[in-house]
């Protein structure tokens, strides 16, 4: 974020007879605060420059991770899928529902049968029931998971990048409403977690030779 320097001058008032050595030391005390102030202004802009904060776009970090694109994308599409042989599911079991009751509204079966295939859509819909929140659960803690590793994977960038301690703070780019681009760490952190998660995938691949 951009910092703005503000400093005051000490504005001194030399009330003295111009006699003697009084002009010369008027004119050494002149360049003795000129030399402070300007001491003073370099060391503010070299805090500046120093960048106590950076921040990191933790969202376009994770989208445009290499473990999002391949791990976190089969995950999104076995989630779609899931849904939609649920959601299938689900109207086909609508569907004989409302064929048992036209058929008995219109005669075409008796009040026992249609009693014992009431029983087995019943049944039918338990189990599809029992099935969605199996699928439900399932699917959430292979979410939590995968957000954990991919949490783990960022800390341990932003760490390993701020190993020397040049920042004493970073956060998330959510949480400021103005910034400086040059305090951005998102592509050096995006690429400390790709270089990461590439040790990771050759680790497990060697440990299951």
């Known amino acids: 974020m951009k910092k ?4 005051s001058s000490v504005v001194a008032v030399v009330v003295a ?7 010369y030391a008027w004119m050494e005390y002149d360049k003795q605060q000129k030399e402070k102030e300007s001491a003073e202004t370099k060391k503010s802009v070299e805090v500046v420059a120093e960048a106590d904060f950076a921040y ?3 969202e376009y970090v994770m989208t445009q991770s290499d473990l999002f694109k ?4 089969a995950l999104r599409k076995k989630t779609e899928k899931a849904e939609q042989k649920l959601a299938q599911r689900e109207q086909r079991l609508k569907n004989e529902m409302q064929q048992l009751q036209d058929r008995y509204q219109r005669g075409l079966i008796t009040t026992r049968d249609a009693q014992r295939k009431e029983q087995e859509l019943q049944e039918k819909a ?9 699928e439900a659960k399932e699917l959430e803690e292979e979410n939590i998971v995968f957000r954990n590793r ?8 932003v760490q390993a990048i701020n190993s020397e301690k040049q920042y004493k703070m ?7 409403l103005d910034a400086d681009e040059a305090y951005n760490l998102s592509e050096k952190v995006l690429a400390k977690v790709n270089a990461l998660y590439a040790e990771e995938k050759a680790e497990k691949e060697k440990s299951e030779k």
């Open 4 to 7: 703005k320097i503000i400093w």
């Open 17 to 23: 007879a111009l006699i003697g050595g009084g002009v």
């Open 56 to 58: 990191v776009n933790v």
């Open 70 to 73: 391949t791990e976190g994308e």
């Open 126 to 134: 338990m189990k599809f029931q029992t099935a969605v929140q199996e």
């Open 150 to 157: 991919m949490d783990d994977l960022i800390m341990r960038a």
């Open 170 to 176: 970073i956060i998330q780019s959510s949480a400021l």
